[in-house]
């Protein structure tokens, strides 16, 4: 009798445990609610904007897939040459990391541009530079102000 008594108390704690869902079920759910959360920032981010400044505009133009961005970025400085090029990169949280190849002065440069999403709006990143590795880079990213905001426009 003690020994049935033994089996049925381990038969007990192995069925419990197998319906025991919530460490699975939290995971799955969290799984689910970032990838939710991805694919509604990428739905909300992906599009066109602009920033306008007197006779100065900025078009920009993205398009997000998971966390992988791309798009392009047009410069038009009043009564300065214009600059057009693509933009390459990821978006981490609320960051986006891009490197922008652009023509300007019938020149091919790249920079590297960051932007930040905060507060419904798109910024683009601003701080001081240097030129490494072939291309303009921030010099330190914790540095980088967010300032300039891109007001989101329907796509011509």
Do not use: W
């Amino acid at each position: 009798m003690k020994q049935f008594r033994m089996l049925l108390t381990g038969l007990s704690f192995a069925i419990l445990s197998c319906n025991n869902p919530t460490s699975t079920n939290q995971i799955t759910d969290s799984s689910m609610a970032k990838t939710a959360s991805s694919k509604s920032l990428a739905a909300n981010l992906s599009g066109c904007y602009e920033y306008n400044i007197g006779q100065d505009t900025v078009r920009l133009t993205l398009k997000i897939d998971s966390n992988l961005v791309s798009g392009t970025l047009f410069y038009d400085m009043y009564e300065k040459d214009k600059a057009k090029g693509t933009l390459k990169g990821f978006i981490k949280d609320s960051l986006i990391e891009t490197s922008y190849l652009f023509n300007a002065e019938g020149m091919d440069s790249e920079s590297e541009i960051l932007f930040q999403f905060k507060n419904d709006s798109l910024y683009m990143g601003e701080g001081a530079q240097s030129f490494k590795y072939g291309k303009t880079i921030f010099q330190d990213h914790n540095k980088v102000q967010f300032k300039t905001a891109f007001r989101k426009i329907n796509c011509p």
